[in-house]
T-cell receptor, first 113, second 113 residues
Framework: AQSVTQLDSQVPVFEEAPVELRCNYS??????LFWYVQYPNQGLQLLLK??????LVKGINGFEAEFNKSQTSFHLRKPSVHISDTAEYFC???????????FGAGTRLFVKA | DTAVSQTPKYLVTQMGNDKSIKCEQN?????MYWYKQDSKKFLKIMFS???????INETVPNRFSPKSPDKAHLNLHINSLELGDSAVYFC????????????FGQGTRLTVV
């Protein structure tokens, strides 16, 4: 069985500061990893995904994430955040055999002026 | 054009009623899902269909019945609504069962009073 742990429920940060949202997963098989963003009153939107290949993945809106197999982590980073990045961020994992994606509990990123 | 659309966006109803939520995707995807997001933003899969066939049925009360008339539509019918059913329900689709990326609808906020 797979599981996803997002280590921070809320992350407050000042505008233009860097941010890291942490995600750890557990799985006995190979995985695909995702970060989704949910703006208020909207559905989830894919930020980036790791399927295979380079462990550093770049996504939309200046976000990137690094897959670390030995630490079973997939942390999301952005070097300089904007007010508009305020949202809920979800880490997700699915096994390469497919069928089901498991979501973490979410991290609320709050960017302050 | 909206890729995954759900109706209605808001639904307020009394306990004991029966209600339906409709979902349509115009992406040509083979797989569709229903997720439930509770008040703490936790996202849990309920059902998944692939080419109109049920492939995932999580531990959901049998008051919830999904129906897929064709692979572009996945509706959710809920009988005898209870207060605990209040949540945001998201429909999503992906190209296949490999879960390489899911596209989400805007959500249906169900409030049972």
């Amino acid at each position: 069985a797979q599981s996803v742990t997002q280590l921070d429920s809320q992350v407050p940060v000042f505008e233009e500061a860097p941010v890291e949202l942490r995600c750890n997963y557990s799985s006995s098989v190979s995985v695909y990893l995702f970060w989704y963003v949910q703006y208020p009153n909207q559905g989830l939107q894919l930020l980036l995904k790791y399927l295979s290949g380079s462990t550093l993945v770049k996504g939309i809106n200046g976000f990137e994430a690094e897959f670390n197999k030995s630490q079973t982590s997939f942390h999301l980073r952005k070097p300089s955040v904007h007010i508009s990045d305020t949202a809920e961020y979800f880490c997700a994992v699915s096994n390469t055999g497919g069928f089901k994606t498991i979501f973490g509990a979410g991290t609320r990123l709050f960017v302050k002026a | 054009d909206t890729a995954v659309s759900q109706t209605p966006k808001y639904l307020v109803t009394q306990m004991g009623n029966d209600k339906s939520i409709k979902c349509e995707q115009n992406l040509g995807h083979d797989t569709m899902y229903w997720y439930k997001q509770d008040s703490k933003k936790f996202l849990k899969i309920m059902f998944s269909y692939n080419n109109k066939e049920l492939i995932i049925n999580e531990t959901v009360p049998n008051r919830f019945s999904p129906k897929s008339p064709d692979k572009a539509h996945l509706n959710l019918h809920i009988n005898s609504l209870e207060l605990g059913d209040s949540a945001v329900y998201f429909c999503a689709s992906s190209q296949d069962t490999m879960n390489t990326e899911a596209f989400f609808g805007q959500g249906t906020r169900l409030t049972v009073v």
